[in-house]
């Protein structure tokens, strides 16, 4: 069965600090994608990155960083020195055969 | 390039009525997607087209959804009557087959469904 779990449900930091994001996935497929979504108050879901399963290479774009390790089955999302526009719910999804699996989602929130 | 455009944004209606939301999806992108999201939840998948067949509607409610896409480019999602638990946001997405981007699905506004 294909899972993706988001164990943290809410994180609170004060603006600046840094914070990670966990993912974890399990699928039998050997071929696969993972992708992390935004989805601030305005309701919208906006992607932010997609990781091909052949490819280990973390990435990183500006604040913004992501940790694939899959001895680990994980794709951590770490932002760093974090703003109140930082404040959004926050997918993991894992992509296989045309399907998204959806984790539950972390709630970030960024005190000013 | 424009992203993907949903209307309306929001809808209010009462139950037993129906309603209908469309979707238009970025150029050239052949494979769309009509999800559902409960409030606290990830999108939940109804229907997938590749073009204009309906590939996937396993997790579509037929007895009261039903769902158009005929010229394989905008599409539109109906729910007839609606009832009380329908009410979520209703997200269209799309997505190319082709490129480096293959299958990264981009997401519209989605469109607010309260039923009273």
């Known amino acids: 069965a294909q899972k993706v779990t988001q164990a943290q449900t809410e994180i609170s930091v004060v603006e600046k600090e840094d914070v990670t994001l966990d993912c974890v996935y399990e699928?039998?497929?050997?071929?696969?994608?993972l992708f992390w979504y935004k989805q601030p108050p305005s309701g919208e879901l906006v992607f932010l990155i997609r990781r091909n399963s052949f490819d280990e290479q973390n990435e990183i774009s500006g604040r913004y960083s992501w940790n694939f390790q899959k001895s680990t089955s994980s794709f951590n999302f770490t932002i760093t020195a974090s703003q109140v526009v930082d404040s959004a719910v926050y997918f993991c999804?894992?992509?296989?055969?045309?399907?998204?699996?959806w984790g539950a989602g972390t709630k970030l929130i960024i005190k000013p | 390039e424009a992203g993907v455009v949903q209307s309306p944004r929001y809808k209010i209606i009462e139950k037993k009525q129906p309603v209908a939301f469309w979707c238009n999806p970025i150029?050239?992108?052949?494979?769309l997607y009509w999800y559902l999201q409960n409030l606290g939840q990830g999108p939940e998948l109804l229907i997938r087209y590749e073009n204009e067949e309906a590939v996937d509607d396993s997790q579509l409610p037929k007895d009261r959804f039903s769902a158009e896409r005929l010229k394989g480019v905008d599409s539109t999602l109906k729910i007839q009557p609606a009832e009380l638990g329908d009410s979520a946001v209703y997200l269209c997405a799309s997505s190319s087959r082709w490129g480096g981007d293959t299958d990264t699905q981009y997401f519209g506004p989605g469109t607010r469904l309260t039923v009273l």
């Open positions: 699928t039998r497929d050997t071929t696969y994608y």
């Open positions: 150029s050239g992108h052949n494979t």
């Open positions: 999804a894992l992509g296989s055969n045309y399907q998204l699996i």
